[in-house]
């Protein structure tokens, strides 16, 4: 049997392939490469579909992160909150800056960010939270909103799994005060290599944004602040444009494929499966069951040519990258629990009902093996 990749980008770029390559022809031929017109092309039309008023393309979603954080006011001492469970690269954009990672638990249905838990980690030194909207579903924002509100202290959505998803009728990426998403080739909408960008209704941010990305200048040569070099290329945005006309059909492939999961795995014992919270609709970028005897399961599907994978293996502060934050096992119980049990199954707008048959049956049977050294 055939190989069942986690994510099908082949099938993505052969969808694709007609629409750019005229575009990327004139690109080549004019040697636009950096900021030429498909990049504000891409940017006009990612911040429409988001619902903002602007959109800065950045070189890829770390640092679309930490621009829009400095663009908030986050500064070298200062505290962000974000989710245990997250990539690193959420902390790592908070570190870059000489801020402090301070993280806390999600909670247990949804593995979203806690908005209990992120009031009572507010505190004099606190600039800013991240909610992560992990696996493609929206954190609970109106709450955390609440909270941000009455502290004075901005939201800055980690937007990178979820484009395309929505809560109580808006878009991720249109709710905080600004918003950091990934263009990764393996996201919901992505690119033909690293890319990301920053969205945000504030007119003042989004230049602040822009001119940091561009080594700190609005002006050639003209340097007003220490930047970085961070700018969307060109061939990144006539990539992303073709898919993002995609994009809706493409997360409706997901979703459905997402119900034909839930149906298939309704019998399966040993196996929780992921829900939506209420007012969601989730962009389903990963579908992340939890089992018991996960590495097992792992090896099985791994074994029969299933590109299943784990989605994170380790919480944030049990890394040895941020081991200096203090933190240790059993800090964030419902975090560590859960990345011992997580499996992303492989979903794509692509994937089969004969493929998720498939997917299914190996993982079954694992699930009926007994658990290693019980």
Not at 74 to 79: H, K, Y
Not at 226 to 235: A, C, E, K, Y
Not at 339 to 345: N, P, Q, T
């Amino acid at each position: 049997m055939g190989q069942i990749p986690l994510v099908d980008l082949a099938a993505q770029q052969a969808e694709i392939a007609g629409d750019i390559r005229a575009e990327l022809d004139e690109v080549f031929a004019s040697a636009a490469f950096i900021g030429g017109p498909a990049v504000g092309r891409f940017e006009r039309s990612y911040a429409a579909y988001v619902g903002v008023t602007a959109c800065v393309g950045v070189a890829n979603g770390t640092d679309a992160l930490e621009l829009a954080l400095r663009g908030v006011g986050v500064r070298p001492g200062g505290e962000v909150i974000l989710p245990a469970n997250t990539f690193v690269a959420t902390a790592e954009a908070v570190a870059r800056i000489g801020a402090v990672p301070v993280p806390v638990d999600v909670d247990p249905r949804y593995l979203l960010i806690d908005p209990d838990r992120v009031a009572d980690a507010v505190g004099p030194k606190t600039q800013a939270i991240v909610p992560v909207h992990l696996f493609g579903q929206v954190a609970p924002m109106e709450a955390l909103a609440e909270i941000a509100a009455a502290r004075g202290i901005p939201l800055v959505e980690d937007a990178a799994q979820s484009q395309g998803a929505r809560r109580n009728g808006r878009t991720a990426g249109s709710f905080g005060r600004a918003a950091a998403t990934s263009f990764y080739p393996g996201k919901n909408l992505g690119a033909a290599g690293d890319a990301g960008a920053v969205t945000t209704n504030d007119a003042d941010l989004a230049a602040f944004v822009r001119q940091l990305g561009a080594h700190g200048s609005s002006v050639k040569y003209v340097h007003d602040v220490v930047g970085m070099n961070s700018r969307l290329d060109t061939v990144q945005a006539v990539v992303l444009d073709a898919k993002l006309r995609r994009l809706d059909g493409w997360n409706a492939r997901r979703r459905a494929a997402a119900r034909r999961y839930a149906r298939m795995l309704a019998a399966v014992p040993g196996l929780a499966a992921p829900s939506s919270a209420p007012g969601n609709e989730d962009g389903w970028h990963l579908y992340v069951v939890r089992v018991e005897n996960r590495d097992e399961a792992l090896a099985a599907l791994h074994e029969a040519g299933i590109g299943a994978g784990i989605h994170y293996p380790t919480p944030v502060h049990l890394t040895k990258a941020f081991s200096y934050l203090g933190h240790g096992a059993g800090d964030f119980p419902v975090a560590e629990a859960a990345a011992e049990r997580i499996l992303s199954l492989p979903l794509s707008p692509h994937i089969t009902a004969d493929e998720q048959e498939r997917v299914v049956h190996v993982l079954a049977k694992a699930l009926r093996r007994p658990v290693h050294g019980g």
